[in-house]
């Protein structure tokens, strides 16, 4: 039994096996119940949310997060550390400034100006106060590169804490699997980056996370350039290069992460940050349609 819904400017679904129906529906409630919980936390498209209060001041004063908040963003930045700045939240100085559905993109004046309020080391952590500061005012932060995971992660312990075997949930790009499909691996595919309904590779899975980022997901095209979601935070442009980055691992909120980080920093440096985590694997395809794969895989054979 499953659902699936739109929520988080995406679709999120979760799909599981359970021999009581009325349990089994239950329990898909309560998972879309904290997915909910956790949007109005995170997403910088509500006023009234933590993290736009966040946004709002603190340049001015530093601003309580609450410990779940602070702990992501916590991660976030590790993370920025981990992938020498491909991956940052602060990306939003300049990512606040598009809007896909109406086509809206910063002019190169802005670009400019805001590309230098892109830097992890202005959001200053208070861990025994639990806030949030900015060291620059002008600096914006936004969890969308990391929420989704967080959401798939949070989805999946509360299937296990309720006795799941098998299941899936997935938010937008990033799905974490339990189990496997009554005996065999689950099957994942990556989407073909250019061809809406078309597979480019199957890749089966146990007990994993699997997050793919693609510049196909939001975007608008204006001459001959796409304007996408993810933001190369050295030049505050869209990234180029890459057209999907795909990672998985035991943790959804790291798949989350690195998916943005490979896509960022292209295939050679990716797969080398990759290969430097034990635990992840990730397929690349770039902008010519060819597909890369990281050390601890088994290209399929031609
Ligand atoms: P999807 O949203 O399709 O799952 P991603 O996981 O790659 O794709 O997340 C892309 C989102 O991450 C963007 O919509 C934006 O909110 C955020 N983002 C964009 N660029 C960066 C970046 N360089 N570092 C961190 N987050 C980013
Ligand atoms: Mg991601």
Known sequence: MGDARPLMG????ICLWHENIETGEQIVEQVFTEAERIDRL?????????ISEINRLAAQQPVVAGDELFNLIRRAIEISVLTLGAFDITYESVGQHYDFRSRQRPDAETVEAERQLINFRFVELDQ?????SFREEGVRINLGGIAKGYVVERGVSILRSRGVQNGIVTAGGDSRLLGDRRGQPWMVGIRNPRADDEVAISVPLEDEAISTSGDYERYFIEGEVRYHHIIEPSTGEPAGGVHSASVFGPDAVIT?????AVFVMGVDQGLRLISTLPDYESIVIDDQGRIFYSDGLEPPAR
């Open 10 to 13: 995406t679709e999120v679904s």
């Open 42 to 50: 995170m997403s910088t498209y509500k006023e009234d949310s933590r």
């Open 128 to 132: 025994a106060a639990g806030t949030v």
């Open 256 to 260: 989350d992460a690195l998916s943005t």
